[in-house]
Nanobody, 126 residues
Framework: QLQLVESGGGLVQPGGSLRLSCAATGLTLHYYAIGWFRQAPGKGREGISCISSSGNITNYEASVKGRSSISREIAKNTVYLELNSLKPEDTAIYYC???????????????????WGQGTQVTVSA
């Protein structure tokens, strides 16, 4: 059974850092691109970062570019998103999602992703 499970969220002070994890079961990362999305209270879901199934292509949206890093650990079938210099506006539920294929590219277009995790809450507050 294909499953994505996010973890690593929590309460962090402004300026702090977090590393979110997306653990995949029932799929192999070699064949799936992984995207990270977030949904803030009262807002729509926003794509923020992705990594291709080759692992060679990464993208970041402007809202997190320069203060985030996406990576993966094949042996653990896990993708990570490190977020630094966190701001209150980063408060959201963070989701990971899997897209079949996407070897030479990745995108944060929500409609491209077939499988979704349940999300992990990140709250940035003093």
């Amino acid at each position: 059974q294909l499953q994505l499970v996010e973890s690593g969220g929590g309460l962090v002070q402004p300026g702090g850092s977090l590393r979110l994890s997306c653990a995949a079961t029932g799929l192999t990362l070699h064949y799936y691109a992984i995207g990270w999305f977030r949904q803030a209270p009262g807002k729509g879901r926003e794509g923020i970062s992705c990594i291709s199934s080759s692992g060679n292509i990464t993208n970041y949206e402007a809202s997190v570019k320069g203060r985030s890093s996406i990576s993966r650990e094949i042996a653990k079938n896990t993708v990570y998103l490190e977020l630094n210099s966190l701001k209150p506006e980063d408060t959201a539920i963070y989701y990971c999602a899997a897209e079949t294929g996407a070897y030479y590219y990745c995108s944060t277009y929500e409609g491209a992703f077939q499988y979704w995790g349940q999300g992990t809450q990140v709250t940035v507050s003093a």
